[in-house]
């Protein structure tokens, strides 16, 4: 049925959106027909029920999906209309595809032609990165690459996306085709701004391993390293509350945390915002945050700097944002990490590592080649 919905919104030349949330059972898909530029400034408070997709570079202007139409399933069948806009949007589904059913694997292509990195040229931008932190004194620089694959010759979207969901249980696993971004896929554990029951929630995950099935969490070790790149998102996100002058909010962490395949260290914030009486803080700390120190470096301007000189690719999606926005009243944004742009018959891959003076640039470029293998594995067909 997903397929179907898919294939039905690009026919029409809409817009689309899939997700579902960390420990959720529902998939929930919004189709819109025209979508919509936001400028930064823009609130997040006043938008109405949709999705919101962002770019890295914090300067350019946002994609955001009104839901037009929306529906949920669970277990792949399309669950009981709960609203007036869910009972109009599975009564044009009825009467689009009574006559047509579609069984295309449908989604937008757009030119693609940034060349890959090779092993040695990423291993030489690292150790290129770790002069640069210890000429002028910087903190962190987070590189990143990219790794074009042929997609399985049997991928279909729904279930890839279901198989991301298994693979992924703790992560915003979601899929976004638009006629101007193209189609991005992917699985991020990194939540940037929750906003529920009044409650602002943030966190800041760093460090990676490996994960092992069945590995007793309270046993792992991690580095200097990995514990002090964990510390400079927490300071950022303190700093952060400082600017805006918040002194009330909770800090729960660090802990080590699964993410698919991989561990990671994260600290989880919390604001009471009726306590606080700030109610736009989901608005205010989404433009402090982004980009945040995890995928771009610190401090800010020196490392992007860095990114713009040396990384010789544009990463357009991947490491901005995206979540359903106003939906049941909610706003859930993530960064969009362990993510692939689908291309004609090809998946374009992307991955970070977060550098520090104490990088072994060997084992960055192995992090980078692990945060990239679910994904791999999945598009390629391995795990289908």
Not at 11 to 39: E, G
Not at 178 to 197: C, D, H, K, Q, R
Not at 299 to 306: R, Y
Not at 316 to 332: I, K
Request: proline share 4%; aromatic share 10%; net charge negative.
């Amino acid at each position: 049925m997903i397929s179907n919905v898919i294939a039905l919104a690009v026919r029409n030349n809409f817009s689309l959106a899939l997700w579902r949330l960390p420990a959720n059972n529902t998939h929930r898909l919004i189709i819109s027909r025209k979508l919509t530029w936001l400028k930064q400034h823009e609130p997040l408070e006043t938008l109405p029920a949709g999705f919101l997709f962002a770019p890295f570079d914090h300067s350019l202007d946002r994609i955001f999906l009104s839901a037009d139409f929306s529906f949920s399933f669970e277990n792949g069948v399309l669950k009981r209309p709960a609203s007036e806009t869910d009972v109009a949007s599975v009564s044009w589904l009825q009467s689009e595809l009574s006559d047509n059913l579609l069984h295309d694997n449908a989604f937008y292509k757009i030119a693609f032609s940034q060349s890959e990195m090779e092993k040695g040229e990423f291993i030489s931008l690292i150790g290129e990165a770790i002069r640069e932190i210890e000429e002028l004194q910087l903190q962190k620089i987070v590189p990143s690459r990219i790794d074009v694959i042929e997609l399985d010759a049997k991928f279909e979207v729904s279930t890839a996306f279901n198989a991301l969901c298994e693979t992924n249980p703790t992560a915003l696993v979601s899929f976004v085709t638009t006629p101007s971004s193209g189609s991005w896929i992917g699985a991020t554990p990194e939540m940037l701004v929750t906003v529920e029951n009044n409650t602002f929630r943030t966190v800041a995950l760093a460090g990676t391993q490996r994960y092992e099935s069945g590995q007793n969490l309270r046993s792992v070790a991690w580095t200097q390293k990995d514990i002090e790149e964990q510390a400079l998102v927490e300071r950022y996100i303190i700093s952060c509350f400082k600017m805006i002058r918040l002194r009330e909010y909770e800090e729960h962490g660090p802990k080590t945390v699964v993410a698919g395949s991989l561990l990671h260290l994260k600290s989880e914030f919390k604001v009471d915002m009726l306590a606080t009486n700030f109610p736009q803080l989901g608005t205010v700390m989404l433009k402090l945050l982004h980009p945040t120190s995890a995928v771009c470096g610190s401090p800010f301007p020196a490392a992007l700097h860095f990114l713009k000189r040396h990384e010789k690719y544009e990463r357009q999606f991947y490491t901005g944002y995206l979540g359903p926005v106003n939906v049941d009243g909610e706003v859930h944004l993530y960064v969009n990490l362990r993510c692939a742009q689908l291309i004609a018959g090809k998946a374009v891959l992307y991955a970070g590592a977060g550098i520090t003076i104490d990088s072994n640039p060997a084992h960055e470029w192995e992090e980078t080649e692990i945060k990239m293998l679910t994904l791999r594995k999945i598009l390629s067909g391995s795990l289908l």
